[in-house]
């Protein structure tokens, strides 16, 4: 598709009056801070959201037709979920039975306002990506009566769309077909590959999973609670420390967690440093590939796992969530792995997996114009005053590690700034969108630190800890669109006349 870069008002979905987006317009730093406080009158005009913070319409229209058809009081809760196997896998992790109804393929948890059990049932569907798909829910209502009409989009018609998916995955991983499975959502990936590993090594009487440089929130908060114990070693350059750090406690490490480039401050890895590691001492290694893509970086062949979510670059437009999970053929867990994962992975919907599958036909393309977009744009913006500091793989232990496994000569398709003047100002001067997600074909704006981590700022303790984790409450990250690369360097001209 074809982007203006434009001031979008708060509230629109983001792509624009795409009733089944993933993001949401915060045009300015106040916005945000009125989404974060839940206040009122900044969620009142949002048409859409995160979907793992934001109930989609569409599923909420839903919710409402179910609860009138079985006359459900407000005394009670409904949580659309995908299926029973979700709801299986929710009252194994919460160690409780509940209520549900089924409507259509769909699953309904039903649960009273003031049960025991309701923030922890929230938390793991959140964890867990057990939300229903917005188009699922359309189509039900579409079926039903309730709307008149579907959302048009382009779409791959084929019978098996999840072939074509898997295909363009295989080729991109240089991965075997079968040691693909693709997942409603790239937190589901990220759960069935924690969980997978997890349970196979506590088998050996490891039980300690650690977290290697800043991992996204939601695989954070998995890895606390599905860990016996859980370490967190932040600085991913550090590898001497890291080295004698394992030395002293590998006997008890079941598997090390870690994204190829860290979100937001897009720290790489040196992976074949780290897969001898592991291999050295029998550790599982799961490597959340989203931020780098399989088009800029060979990773496969150093981990057991990777994970992406195709939400981000593969779809390329914030309209679709989905996730993969793809196995080293080479594991030695492989057997383990295949037969233990799908207990715990939740499958696409059919319109969504034909909706990526158009998408992905341009993936590659994709990546290739955000790629050389990013590199110009980072020339441009060092040799500009008006900045403070560029977090980049262009760092330079960051480029030496990503030179080892780049592919294609491209680049990552993200930058995150700080600029000299202050972050209100900066942020509602550049008028490309602004909200969450990344890996979209318009460049889009997230100060990160407010929108992942705000109740980690409202404290003096938590502040500090943002700030051992080199998280800077000013930063913005930028995922680089594929505009004209004139376009998107006029806005960054906006701050110069701050």
Same mark, same amino acid.
């Given at each position: 598709?074809?982007?203006?870069?434009? /001031?979008?008002?708060?509230?629109?979905?983001?792509?624009?009056?795409?009733? /089944?987006?993933?993001?949401?317009?915060?045009?300015?730093?106040?916005?945000?801070?009125?989404?974060?406080?839940?206040?009122?009158?900044?969620?009142?005009?949002?048409?859409?959201?995160?979907?793992? !913070?934001?109930?989609?319409?569409?599923?909420?229209?839903?919710?409402?037709?179910?609860?009138?058809?079985?006359?459900?009081?407000?005394?009670?809760?409904?949580?659309?979920?995908?299926?029973?196997?979700?709801?299986?896998?929710?009252?194994?992790?919460?160690?409780? =039975?509940?209520?549900?109804?089924?409507?259509?393929?769909?699953?309904?948890?039903?649960?009273?306002?003031? =049960?025991?059990?309701?923030?922890?049932?929230?938390?793991?569907?959140?964890?867990?990506?057990?939300?229903?798909?917005?188009?699922?829910?359309?189509?039900?209502?579409?079926?039903?009566?309730?709307?008149?009409?579907?959302?048009?989009?382009?779409?791959?018609?084929?019978?098996?769309?999840?072939?074509?998916?898997?295909?363009?995955?295989?080729?991109?991983?240089?991965?075997?077909?079968?040691?693909? !499975?693709?997942?409603?959502?790239?937190?589901?990936?990220?759960?069935?590959?924690?969980?997978?590993?997890?349970?196979?090594?506590?088998?050996?009487?490891?039980?300690?999973?650690?977290?290697?440089?800043?991992?996204?929130?939601?695989?954070?908060?998995?890895?606390?609670?599905?860990?016996?114990?859980?370490?967190?070693?932040?600085?991913?350059?550090?590898?001497?420390?890291?080295? $004698?750090?394992?030395?002293? $406690?590998?006997?008890?490490?079941?598997?090390?967690?870690?994204?190829?480039?860290?979100?937001?401050?897009?720290?790489?890895?040196?992976?074949?440093?780290?897969?001898?590691?592991?291999?050295? &001492?029998?550790?599982?290694?799961?490597?959340?590939?989203?931020?780098?893509?399989?088009?800029?970086?060979?990773?496969?062949?150093?981990?057991?796992?990777?994970?992406?979510?195709?939400?981000? !670059?593969?779809?390329?437009?914030?309209?679709?969530?989905?996730?993969?999970?793809?196995?080293?053929?080479?594991?030695?867990?492989? $057997?383990?792995?295949?037969?233990?994962?799908?207990? &715990?992975?939740?499958?696409?919907?059919?319109?969504?997996?034909?909706?990526?599958?158009?998408?992905?036909?341009?993936?590659?393309?994709?990546?290739?114009?955000?790629?050389?977009?990013?590199?110009?744009? &980072?020339?441009?913006?060092?040799?500009?005053?008006?900045?403070?500091?560029?977090?980049?793989? &262009?760092?330079?232990?960051?480029?030496?590690?990503?030179?080892?496994?780049?592919?294609?000569?491209? /680049?990552?398709?993200?930058?995150?700034?700080? !600029?000299?003047?202050?972050?209100?100002?900066?942020?509602?001067?550049?008028?490309?969108?602004?909200?969450?997600?990344?890996?979209?074909?318009?460049?889009?704006?997230?100060?990160?630190?407010?929108?992942?981590?705000?109740?980690?700022?409202?404290?003096?303790?938590?502040?500090?800890?943002?700030?051992?984790?080199?998280?800077?409450?000013?930063?913005?990250?930028?995922?680089?669109?594929?505009?004209?690369?004139?376009?998107?360097?006029?806005?960054?001209?906006?701050?110069?006349?701050?």
């Amino acid at each position: 598709m074809t982007y203006k870069i434009q /001031h979008i008002p708060l509230g629109n979905s983001l792509p624009i009056n795409n009733p /089944h987006s993933v993001s949401v317009s915060l045009p300015t730093l106040e916005d945000v801070i009125g989404y974060e406080e839940n206040r009122p009158e900044i969620l009142n005009q949002l048409k859409n959201g995160y979907p793992r !913070f934001f109930k989609n319409k569409m599923v909420q229209k839903l919710e409402e037709h179910v609860k009138n058809l079985h006359q459900i009081d407000d005394s009670k809760m409904v949580f659309p979920i995908t299926s029973i196997h979700a709801k299986k896998l929710i009252e194994n992790l919460v160690e409780n =039975h509940f209520e549900s109804i089924t409507f259509e393929n769909v699953c309904f948890l039903i649960l009273p306002k003031n =049960h025991e059990k309701i923030i922890q049932v929230k938390k793991i569907i959140q964890n867990i990506g057990a939300i229903i798909s917005s188009r699922n829910a359309e189509k039900i209502l579409f079926e039903k009566g309730i709307i008149s009409e579907l959302f048009k989009e382009e779409r791959l018609e084929t019978e098996q769309p999840e072939e074509e998916i898997t295909k363009i995955l295989s080729e991109a991983y240089s991965a075997k077909k079968e040691n693909i !499975f693709l997942t409603n959502s790239g937190t589901n990936a990220v759960f069935s590959a924690i969980e997978t590993l997890t349970q196979i090594k506590r088998k050996e009487g490891k039980t300690l999973n650690v977290q290697l440089g800043w991992l996204y929130l939601d695989s954070i908060d998995i890895i606390k609670k599905r860990s016996d114990e859980s370490f967190l070693y932040i600085n991913i350059h550090q590898k001497e420390q890291f080295e $004698n750090w394992l030395a002293e $406690n590998h006997q008890k490490v079941a598997n090390i967690i870690s994204e190829t480039v860290s979100n937001p401050i897009l720290q790489c890895l040196d992976l074949p440093w780290l897969s001898n590691l592991c291999k050295k &001492y029998g550790i599982g290694l799961i490597l959340d590939h989203t931020m780098a893509s399989p088009f800029c970086a060979e990773v496969l062949q150093y981990c057991d796992i990777a994970v992406e979510s195709l939400t981000k !670059f593969a779809c390329g437009n914030a309209n679709i969530l989905m996730g993969a999970v793809m196995v080293n053929e080479n594991s030695e867990y492989k $057997n383990q792995i295949k037969e233990e994962i799908e207990k &715990y992975t939740l499958k696409p919907y059919v319109l969504d997996c034909k909706r990526l599958a158009f998408e992905m036909q341009e993936y590659e393309v994709r990546m290739q114009k955000i790629s050389k977009n990013v590199s110009q744009l &980072y020339d441009y913006l060092k040799e500009q005053d008006f900045v403070e500091k560029i977090y980049s793989v &262009y760092e330079e232990k960051s480029w030496q590690n990503f030179l080892k496994i780049r592919k294609n000569d491209n /680049h990552i398709g993200l930058l995150t700034v700080i !600029f000299k003047k202050p972050l209100s100002d900066c942020y509602k001067a550049l008028n490309f969108s602004k909200g969450p997600s990344l890996g979209t074909e318009f460049t889009l704006a997230m100060p990160y630190t407010y929108l992942a981590h705000f109740d980690l700022l409202q404290t003096e303790e938590g502040r500090k800890f943002l700030e051992e984790a080199g998280l800077d409450p000013r930063i913005i990250r930028i995922s680089v669109g594929t505009e004209p690369l004139e376009d998107i360097i006029n806005e960054f001209e906006k701050i110069k006349e701050l």
